[in-house]
């Protein structure tokens, strides 16, 4: 039942609509994408939308959220669904500082957050695979219980530490930030120009190889090195089994209950990397609270990217880019975004009305309209409108897009060791 | 645990007399004592008075998403228990206060940053966010080479919104030509604004790559990402509520070139010490400039090159000659 | 009858046994940082039954019971409002803001007020199910990104220039205070509690559990959500427009999650203001949980949780760290449910274990298979 | 020996569902296991096979006394085992179905080239014909059993198992499989083969063992020294029912027409294709077709299910724009295909199942309301008239049988006279016992006035029972066969397309 409706999906199932991101496609819309972007650009003059600030500050936006999104993905590729992200990143988060703290090193603290998170991923393993508890249930709990537990220990822990206090720890040590040597100084004169296409590939590259943390290229590592292993190798195999017909994994003696488990203590220990990296990399501190939302924006985000590595690693980069953006000065950039929003709804508009779809052919050019009219009468946009750009974006983009995905066929369904009929 | 039973006794009125060995009743808001901010500021206040005054205290702590009711309770519990002293921090417990004032008339109350709470028996005690706010904003102006300033806020609630107003106010005044950036983190109910470092950094670096070279921030536990984007982008940073530049991460206490100071720990220890006194008086006590309740710090030396002009500019609002508003746009 | 009580007796003996574990975990938890269970349960237990910390209690479980019910309303067909924070939010303060608009004969004023809180949290609900229906967008996923944006535009009208006005002499800003006759009185239900009354509200929340149960139930619209909540595929054979069912059972809940504010705006606050408690929506979904999306079950969870809140108070006087609150209530949630699933496989299996049992005993026995006598 | 199985008893709650079975299987030769439903057939395989523990009894796998912890240790044997029922994940490919559970491995990665090319060369070896690359979601039925076999070769296995493989196959297919199964035992594998077709078992089996109720009533028979007949009583005691009706009820009067009836997928490609056809009232029209050429959509499209093109008339009455509710109410009854996705809430107990389907209708409600007494009141009767077996009306569906679920969705939908009734697939999956009551009460409806439309894979069923017979291939009605004078086979060779135009 944790899987909830899928309204008409039985028989509407799109067999040959399936989404499938090819790097050949992915490759074309980026580019696609950074011409739109320098277009707008130009024509509105919101220069931070390509800055190598903004990319700097969405990659490291998108690093927790992305690694939220990478245990979700290890979980549901299992079957096992899991919504206590939000839970496993707040064990990995205060784990992270408690290690990175007490052994006076960052590194220990990474180990630590991942050991946390994978804590939380092993009570969920053993509620939902030993017990058989409904998954979102079982998440729900884990998220109260890793609320109670951090701020437990931490009223334990970190009250007696030098600068620590109940709510926060003391400052954690950093991570070293490296950057591709020589290309910052040029690329900064560049992208300052602001020339078409030139500068926002300045600004892009700059923010992808200038100060990124060790952290960040461990973490960015892990998502072709998650796509590798699922997709790769017989581990990966039997480990998907498991989410789409776990019977069949059964009856060819792939022990369900085992990969179950590694799967969700793997997605635990994702979260919990998430988690120490905003604690360790993104903040230098644990401050309670700190994960604000961010497991579940994982989910979001792991479903946008239809299951898959490269789609939640996208949807991730949308959400840290936007939440940069609406950070970095909202209106003037989120304003301009509102062109980028425009142009894609026509875009939509037209391909609908190819296939002689009318209806959606006439909302989307509607809304494409309302859109072009907000954005010519004003001039900025709300900042208490542009706090929710990176969850409205989602929104939009998945109503447009949601009847291409596709989960795991078993994703959420309580498997039962000898079931097979 | 004698609490339950003191509790069960009703109307006890407790230790209504003044003078040292006074049962002090402390109650946080969300977040409590080690916060390294506003709650911990009323701490260190209570603290002092423990030494100084001889004063025992009960700290209780507001939990995420409770209602009034139950800040009520948490007073009543104090008053209950013998406790008075009470004194609530934070806006938050302006109702709940009034209700059990009422029921307690014996009992001295106090709240921090609100005047709403009207009782013969409660102090307000409130700040003048705004003006230290002003002065800081007059010495990030003063300071800046770029000409351009930025204001980071945790969270979208007026209070905070007096301390954008009067940074703003500042840096105008000295120079009015001056470019300033505002952000805040979060909207309430959201108030993880509060406790987010990493969008702390991303606002105050966003600011810094839009040209600014002094960040302001009323952003509590996310200030420290405020000060790492200082840090990290050569800009000068401002720190809030307490002397930053003493209490934050070493790596970063050089780019603080100075704080807004808000005294709740000398509000928090004045109450306390007219209590003892019995000198306890009702009604608003604003804590501004001239009240020494809020100030600028001078931590590190680098604002002492501008300290004459700042002093200059405390004394005219002190005296009335300049008078800043507590509302944006003003 | 004697299989039904044992029966009964199972269903209950779930959630014992797993307050019982709860209470071992919290115990080691205790002991651990050097606190006596013992003392500190009978403690909880203590305050928890003095007059007032019962009104209290039953105030915060009416809230918290109108949020359970608005998760169980969808929950019990398989949809997941995780909105239900968002919803009641954004309908208390449009509510707030129009109670505080108008002046009315006093029924009819606390009517409109509640009226339009459930309008609006139906409104608010029904964009979820709307884009699930027709764009098959996961309601888990939209309900999130809706309570991030309902924060947003909240924050955007709770302000000075709009609704908001700002409190005399606080720092606390909420919309335009409501005038008496748009007040919900208080009971006086636990004799000793003094001035704290239980909200009136806890009639409506009595009322709408009856409700929740009829129309569930006894109704051809509660039959069809329960089927569908059993067998999507089944459902639709039957006949059930299963699009129109996700929207209609979204705008119910979202109906009911407009509620979940009320209590507190017409029993106490009189304004949404900027303490307006926070987060009920989560807390709705565990204690939904833990009730089996049953009213009997939710309400019993909602004291439950209402207890455990209330105790906080009372640990942190005596010096217990009052986060063990919140880590009883992730290990009930987890406990009961686990003790819950167990009970129910043991009755599945008992269940089959008669029917054969039954009807070998029925006198089918002999070499001929079955059915071959029809 | 190839395998000895003694004294295996195996119980699960309430049921025994293997007692003391003894089965002995020579090595190079195809043993058939038969037995009706439920007689514990797939149990003894799945014991044989490592996926379940049997609670007593011996295993001897080529004269050596074996135990086994899960499936791997009996592929590890040599033992195969193709299921009843498909287990493929659709979302992988052919190669990764294949390969699961024994990948060949390059470094870290599979050696998806060397599977590939070890998957084509069984593929030729037996003429199987699958690619490597294709998602199963995008099979037939027909490939995807020969996956399921490809499974099994893959792994080497000397000793297949076969669990009912001819269920879903037409005629052609199963003399296509038999040849195969031939191929394999001269190569000297042992194949363990079960049905209950008997004609199926006694054309290709060596050896045959009859089960019934969980113990062996006769174990290895010489194959050539019995005939169908003997069998069928061995199996259940008694002679085997035929699904023959008697006289003709047909009438003139039209119960359902159906105009142009097209159906997309959502590629826009039509699964099923202009079909039209009359049924008149007292009328059984029967539709034969290989399983997935459009029968289950053509279904659900009459059923509102499925959004379509063309017109549906009920009685005279057009019902082309009414929903599934209105045209229930308006007198279509509905067995589905699949009892426990489209028929039953497994959770629920009978009387809620009564009303399913049903629910805008008397007994069942009053007004907007339930009405639990009348539903209660009119499911004691089908339960007594349809002869279901149950302590009560209480109890979960999910309790009874197959057999038993059958008959109340029968009794249900029967209930409220209606104008056709819809069956898909009535008896699979059902017991001859059940299958015989199944029977008479469609014929006694149809005497009354009742049009049905039967859809089954059950060729004999289809013959017997339909009084019009048309074939469907490729969503397309492309033949009309006389019932009385068709065979099996040539009826078969028309779903097939190889008579196409007769
Ligand atoms: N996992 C199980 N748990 C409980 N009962 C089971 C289980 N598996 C099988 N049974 C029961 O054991 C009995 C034998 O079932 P089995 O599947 O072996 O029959 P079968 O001969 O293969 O029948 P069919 O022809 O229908 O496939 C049945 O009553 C069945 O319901
Ligand atoms: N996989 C299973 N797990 C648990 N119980 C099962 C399973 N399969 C069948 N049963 C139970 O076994 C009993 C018999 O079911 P089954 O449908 O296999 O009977 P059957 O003897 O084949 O009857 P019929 O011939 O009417 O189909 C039922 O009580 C059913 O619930
Ligand atoms: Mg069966
Ligand atoms: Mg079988």
């Given at each position: 039942m944790a899987t909830g409706i899928k309204v008409g999906a039985e028989l509407e199932a799109p067999r040959k609509a399936i989404f499938r991101l090819t790097w050949k496609t992915l490759l074309l819309a980026i580019a696609a994408l950074v011409v739109l972007l320098s277009v707008i650009r130009v024509i509105t003059g919101a220069n931070d939308i390509t800055s190598g600030g903004t990319m700097n500050a969405a990659i490291g936006l998108a690093v927790p959220i992305a690694m939220a999104g990478l245990g979700g993905l290890w979980a549901e590729r299992a079957g096992v669904v899991n919504i206590g992200l939000e839970g496993m990143m707040m064990l990995g988060t205060w784990f992270g500082a408690w290690a990175g703290v007490q052994f006076a090193n960052p590194w220990a603290g990474v180990v630590a957050g991942l050991v946390g998170g994978a804590v939380g991923g092993l009570l969920h393993a053993l509620a939902t695979v030993t017990f058989g508890v409904d998954h979102i249930i079982s998440g729900v709990a884990i998220n109260i219980l890793g609320l109670g537990v951090t701020q437990y220990l931490s009223k334990q822990i970190f009250t007696g530490m030098q600068g620590g206090g109940e709510t926060q720890s003391p400052p954690i040590p950093g991570i070293t930030k490296v950057s591709l040597p020589g290309i910052d100084g040029p690329l900064s004169s560049l992208e300052k120009q602001h020339i078409f296409l030139l500068s926002d590939l300045a600004g892009i590259l700059r923010g992808l190889f200038v100060d990124v943390s060790l952290l960040t290229i461990v973490a960015i590592l892990l998502i072709p090195l998650s796509f590798f292993v699922l997709w790769r190798t017989a581990f990966g195999l039997r480990l998907r089994s498991c989410g789409e017909r776990p019977v069949a994994a059964e009856s060819l003696g792939v022990n369900v209950y085992k990969y179950k488990y590694i799967a969700v203590v793997v997605s635990g220990a994702m979260a919990g990397l998430g988690g120490a990296f905003l604690s360790i990399v993104a903040s230098g501190i644990y401050r309670e609270g700190q994960t604000a939302g961010r497991g579940f924006i994982g989910l979001a985000a792991m479903i946008f990217g239809n299951w898959r590595p490269g789609g939640l690693a996208a949807g991730a980069a949308l959400f840290g880019y936007t939440d940069a953006l609406q950070l970095r000065g909202g209106g003037l950039s989120v304003h301009a975004l509102l062109l980028v929003v425009v142009v894609l709804l026509v875009a939509v508009t037209v391909w609908q009305a190819t296939r002689a779809r009318v209806r959606p052919a006439a909302i989307a050019g509607v809304m494409a309209a309302l859109v072009l009219v907000y954005y010519l009468v004003t001039d900025t946009i709300p900042q208490e409108f542009t706090q929710f750009t990176p969850h409205l974006v989602t929104l939009l983009v998945l109503s447009l897009a949601a009847q291409r995905l596709r989960m795991p066929a078993a994703d959420g369904v309580i498997y039962r060791k000898g079931q097979t009929g | 645990g004698g609490g339950s039973n003191d509790a069960k006794t009703g109307a006890s009125e407790g230790a209504a007399k003044g003078g040292g060995g006074a049962k002090v009743g402390l109650a946080y808001d969300i977040g409590g004592r080690g916060d390294q901010s506003f709650n911990d500021a009323a701490a260190r206040g209570l603290d002092k008075a423990k030494s100084e005054l001889k004063v025992e205290g009960k700290e209780l702590e507001a939990s995420p998403g409770e209602t009034d009711a139950q800040k009520e309770e948490r007073l009543r519990l104090l008053a209950q228990g013998g406790y008075n002293p009470i004194i609530g921090i934070g806006f938050a417990y302006s109702a709940p206060m009034t209700k059990v004032a009422k029921e307690f008339p014996n009992v001295k109350f106090a709240i921090v940053d609100d005047a709403g709470a009207q009782a013969p028996n409660i102090s307000n005690l409130t700040f003048a966010e705004h003006e230290g706010s002003f002065l800081v904003g007059a010495a990030a102006a003063l300071k800046s080479k770029k000409n351009s300033v930025g204001f980071v806020g945790g969270v979208k609630v007026p209070l905070i919104a007096k301390f954008e107003a009067g940074f703003l106010a500042g840096a105008k005044h000295v120079k009015k030509d001056i470019k300033t950036s505002v952000q805040y983190l979060t909207n309430p109910p959201d108030m993880t604004g509060f406790n987010d470092p990493a969008k702390g950094q991303v606002a105050a670096k966003g600011m810094i790559d839009g040209g600014a070279d002094v960040v302001y921030h009323a952003a509590g536990g996310s200030g420290g990402g405020v000060f790492k984007a200082a840090k990290e982008g050569n800009a000068m940073a401002i720190g809030v509520d307490s002397d930053q530049a003493l209490t934050a991460d070493a790596a970063v206490k050089?780019?603080?070139?100075t704080s807004m100071v808000k005294r709740v720990d000398v509000a928090v220890f004045d109450f306390l010490k007219s209590f003892t006194d019995n000198t306890v008086q009702a009604g608003e006590k604003v804590y501004d400039l001239k009240a020494g309740g809020v100030d600028y710090s001078t931590t590190g030396g680098k604002v002492d090159e501008i300290k004459a002009q700042l002093d200059e500019l405390k004394q005219k609002i002190i005296s009335g000659e300049i008078k800043v508003s507590a509302k944006t746009g003003a | 009858m004697s299989a039904r009580l044992r029966s009964l007796l199972l269903t209950l003996a779930a959630p014992v046994l797993a307050v019982v574990f709860a209470a071992i975990i919290t115990s080691i938890v205790l002991s651990v940082s050097g606190h006596g269970p013992i003392e500190t349960l009978s403690l909880m237990v203590d305050y928890g039954f003095q007059p007032r910390t019962i009104s209290l209690t039953i105030n915060s479980a009416t809230t918290y019971f109108f949020a359970a019910l608005a998760v169980a309303v969808a929950f019990r067909m398989n949809l997941f409002n995780i909105g239900v924070d968002g919803q009641y939010r954004l309908a208390a303060m449009l509510a707030a803001a129009v109670g505080g608009a108008v002046a009315l004969p006093g029924p009819l004023h606390v009517l409109l007020i509640v009226v339009v809180a459930m309008l609006v949290g139906a409104a608010w609900a029904a964009i979820a199910g709307i884009l699930k229906a027709t764009r098959g967008v996961s309601e888990v996923i939209s309900t999130i990104m809706l309570n991030f944006i309902a924060t947003g535009i909240v924050a955007y009208l709770l302000n000075t220039d709009r609704l908001a006005v700002q409190v005399a002499g606080s720092n606390n800003i909420g919309t335009k205070h409501i005038p008496e006759s748009g007040h919900m009185p208080g009971l006086s239900l636990i004799p000793g509690s003094g001035t704290q009354q239980v909200f009136g509200f806890v009639i409506i929340a009595i009322l709408a559990g009856i409700a929740f149960q009829v129309l569930l139930n006894r109704t051809r619209f509660g039959f069809d959500l329960r089927a569908t909540g059993q067998s999507e595929s089944a459902a639709i054979a039957s006949g059930v427009n299963v699009k129109r069912m996700v929207v209609i059972s979204m705008v119910i809940s979202g109906a009911v999650a407009g509620l979940v504010g009320m209590p507190q705006l017409l029993g106490a606050s009189y304004s949404y203001g900027l303490d307006f408690p926070t987060g009920l929506g989560f807390t709705g979904i565990a204690i939904a949980l833990l009730g089996r999306n049953h009213p009997v079950g939710i309400a019993i969870g909602a004291l439950l949780f209402g207890f455990l809140d209330n105790s906080s108070n009372i640990l942190q006087i005596n010096e217990i760290p009052n986060e063990i609150v919140v880590i009883m209530q992730g290990v009930i949630v987890l406990s009961v449910v686990v003790a819950y699933e167990l009970v129910r496989r043991y009755k599945l299996v008992a269940e089959q274990r008669r029917v054969s049992r039954e009807l070998s005993a029925g006198g089918t026995g002999g070499p001929a298979p079955e059915g071959a006598a029809a | 020996m190839a395998v000895e199985l003694d004294g295996i008893t195996k119980r699960f709650p309430g049921v025994v569902a293997n007692r003391d079975i003894h089965l002995h299987v020579r090595r190079g030769s195809v043993h058939a296991i038969c037995g009706e439903n439920g007689a514990g057939k797939s149990t003894l395989m799945k014991i044989l096979y490592g996926m379940q523990r049997p609670d007593e009894g011996t295993i001897a796998v080529n004269g050596t006394k074996v135990s086994f912890g899960s499936p791997s240790d009996a592929i590890a044997v040599g033992i195969g085992m193709v299921h009843q029922h498909f287990m493929l994940a659709d979302n992988l490919t052919v190669l990764e179905n294949v390969v699961l559970g024994s990948e060949p491995r390059k470094g870290l990665s599979i050696d998806f080239a060397g599977a590939r090319r070890k998957i084509k060369e069984i593929s030729d070896a037996y003429g199987l014909g699958v690619d490597p690359d294709a998602l199963i979601e995008d099979l037939g039925v027909g490939d995807r059993q020969r996956v399921e076999i490809l499974k099994v070769l893959y792994r080497g296995a000397r000793i297949i198992i076969l669990d009912e493989p001819t269920a879903v196959l037409v005629p052609q297919e199963v003399d296509e499989l038999f040849d195969n199964l031939r191929g394999l035992v001269r190569e000297g594998l042992t194949v363990i083969f079960i049905s209950h077709k008997l004609d199926e078992v006694l054309s290709v089996a060596d050896e045959i063992t009859v089960i019934r109720r969980g113990t062996t009533?006769?174990?290895?028979?010489?194959?050539?020294?019995?005939?169908a007949r003997q069998l069928a009583e061995l199996m259940v005691g008694s002679e085997l029912p035929s699904p023959e009706t008697r006289e003709s009820t047909v009438t003139d009067q039209q119960a359902l027409a159906v105009r142009d009836l097209t159906v997309r997928s959502s590629d826009g490609r039509p699964v099923v294709d202009n079909v039209s056809f009359t049924i008149h009232k007292g009328e059984v029209l029967g539709i034969a077709g290989v399983e997935g050429n459009g029968q289950a959509e053509l279904v659900e499209a009459i059923m509102g299910m499925r959004p379509s093109t063309g017109t549906i008339a009920l009685a005279g009455t057009d019902v082309t724009s009414l929903d599934t509710r209105r045209r229930r109410e308006a007198g279509i009854g509905y067995v589905p295909e699949d009892r426990h996705r489209h028929g039953l809430l497994l959770e629920a107990p009978l009387w809620e199942n009564r009303i399913?389907?049903?629910?805008?209708?008397r007994p069942n409600s009053k007004g907007p309301w339930i009405d639990r007494a009348g539903a209660r009141r009119d499911t004691e009767r089908i339960v007594r008239e349809y002869d279901v077996r149950t302590p009560g009306i209480d109890v979960a569906a999910d309790a009874l049988s197959g057999g038993n679920q059958q008959k109340l969705i029968v009794g249900r939908e029967m209930s409220g006279e209606p104008v056709v009734l819809i069956a898909s697939h009535p008896t699979r999956g059902v017991d001859v016992g059940a299958q015989a009551a199944i029977w008479d009460h469609l014929r006694a409806a149809r005497a009354q006035g009742l049009a049905v439309l039967l859809i089954s894979a059950d060729l004999d069923e289809l013959i017997g029972m339909s009084d019009t017979l048309k074939v469907i291939l490729r969503g397309r009605l492309v033949a009309d066969v006389d019932p009385a004078t068709v065979t099996p086979e040539s009826l078969g060779s028309a779903m097939t397309g190889a008579g196409e135009g007769a």
């Open positions: - | 050089d780019v603080i070139i | - | 009533v006769q174990a290895g028979i010489d194959s050539k020294t019995v005939n399913l389907g049903h629910q805008t209708r």
